[in-house]
C-alpha cells in the first residue's frame, strides 16, 4: 500500500519541534513568538532577581553582625555604606538620620536630648516603617510581571493550539476521507503552542514562589531590626 505524504510525515523522526513550530499557520506563529519573548523575558528578571536578592541577604547579615559587634552607632552609620543593597542597613540609616535630627533641634533649642527623643520617637518609627516600605517595593520589583507570565502564558499557548486544531479541522470540509493521516499533522503542529506556553510559565511558576519565600525571610529580618533598634533607642538614650 501507498503511504500519502501526510502519512509519511506523521512517522518521520526526523521532524523536529522547529519544523513543526515553522509549518503553523500565521496566528499560531505569532503566539509561538509571543510566548518566545515571554519566557527570554521571565529568564531575564529571575537572573536579576536572583542576584538581587541573595546580594540583599548577603549584605544584610554582614550588616547584622556589625550592628551587634559595635558599640557606637555613629561607626555602623558610616559603614552603611558598604551594605547599600542591603534593606536592613537602609532601614538603619533612614531611623538613625531621623534620630539626629530630633538630637540635633534638641540642642538648638536647649531642650533636654531624652525630652526631645521622647517626643520626637514615633518620627523615628515612621522613618523606619517608611523605608522598610520602600525597601520591600523595591525587592519586588518585576516580580508582578513574573506572576503574570506564569498566569498567562498557559493559556496564551491553549488559544494557539485551539486555534490550530481549528484549522486542522476546517481542512476536512474541503473533502476527502476524513482520515487520522489528514487531522494529525495539524494537531500534532497545533499542540507545539501549548509545549512552549508551559515551557515559558513552568519556571516562572518556580521561580516566582521561590522569590516569595525569599522576600518573607528578608520582611522578617527587617521588621525584626525595626524592633530592636526601636528599643535600643529608648533604652540607652530614653532610659525606658
Known amino acids: 500500500m501507498t503511504m500519502s505524504p501526510t502519512a509519511t510525515q506523521i512517522v518521520n523522526p526526523s ?21 518566545i519573548l515571554a519566557s527570554f523575558f521571565s529568564w531575564a528578571i529571575i537572573f536579576a532577581k536572583w542576584r538581587s536578592l541573595s546580594r540583599a541577604k548577603k549584605e544584610s547579615l554582614g550588616f547584622l553582625d556589625l550592628f551587634w559587634n559595635s558599640k557606637s552607632l555613629e561607626n555602623i552609620f558610616n559603614e552603611t555604606r558598604h551594605y547599600s543593597s542591603s534593606p536592613v542597613s537602609n532601614v538603619f540609616r533612614a531611623g538613625y538620620m531621623e534620630f539626629q535630627k530630633l538630637t540635633s533641634k534638641a540642642t538648638e533649642k536647649n531642650v533636654p536630648h531624652v525630652e526631645m527623643a521622647y517626643s520626637g520617637l514615633d518620627n523615628v518609627q515612621r522613618a523606619l516603617k517608611k523605608t522598610a516600605m520602600l525597601e520591600m517595593l523595591r525587592l519586588e520589583k518585576l516580580l508582578s510581571y513574573l506572576a503574570t507570565i506564569a498566569s498567562v502564558a498557559p493559556f496564551v499557548g491553549l488559544f494557539g493550539t485551539v ?14 476521507p476524513a482520515t487520522i493521516q489528514r487531522v494529525a499533522p495539524g494537531i500534532s503542529e497545533a499542540l507545539i503552542a501549548t509545549a512552549v506556553g508551559l515551557a515559558a510559565a ?34 540607652n538614650y530614653l532610659g525606658s
Do not use: E
Not at 522547529?18 to 509561538?32: E, H, K, M, N, S
Not at 486555534?163 to 476527502?176: A, E, K, P
Open 15 to 35: 521532524h523536529s519541534a522547529f519544523d513543526l513550530a515553522l509549518g503553523t499557520g500565521p496566528i499560531v506563529q505569532a503566539v509561538l513568538i509571543v510566548l
Open 163 to 176: 486555534w490550530g486544531i481549528m484549522n486542522s479541522f476546517q481542512g476536512l470540509s474541503q473533502g476527502g
Open 202 to 235: 513552568i519556571p516562572a511558576v518556580v521561580a516566582y514562589n521561590q522569590f516569595i519565600g525569599k522576600l518573607r525571610h528578608i520582611r522578617a529580618d527587617v521588621d525584626s531590626f525595626c524592633a530592636d533598634f526601636t528599643n535600643i533607642l529608648k533604652r
